[in-house]
């Protein structure tokens, strides 16, 4: 993989990302924080944060976070819960 170094990357990932976690960490440690700074703050990474976060989850941008259920039907291993007890009991020493 070839990495590019653009410009536009560079603003967004350096100069607002930057920016908004210093007008955070800037609220953070103020005796009288402002909701409007922090909010603006928070704006400021968002576009970072939302497409390193699409990077790494390799471009899945919605859906279900769960994996799909299975179908009905009868379990496909051949085993009933029935029978993980009673091998249990196999285990235990009296």
């Known amino acids: 993989m070839r990495w ?3 410009w ?3 603003l967004k990932d350096v100069v607002l990302t930057g ?3 210093a007008l955070i960490l ?3 440690f103020s005796a009288n924080p402002k909701d ?3 909010v603006v703050g928070l704006a400021l990474t968002t576009p970072s944060i939302r497409d390193h ?4 989850l390799g471009g899945h941008t919605g859906g279900s976070s769960s994996p799909p259920s299975p ?3 009868p379990s496909p291993g051949g085993s009933s819960p029935g029978d993980a007890g009673e091998s249990g009991a196999a285990f235990e020493t009296a």
């Open 53 to 56: 976060a699409k990077a790494v």
């Open 71 to 73: 179908p009905p039907g």
């Open 8 to 10: 536009p990357g560079t």
């Open 26 to 28: 800037s609220q953070a």
């Open 19 to 21: 920016t908004g976690v």
């Open 4 to 6: 590019r170094l653009t």
């Open 36 to 38: 409007a700074v922090l």
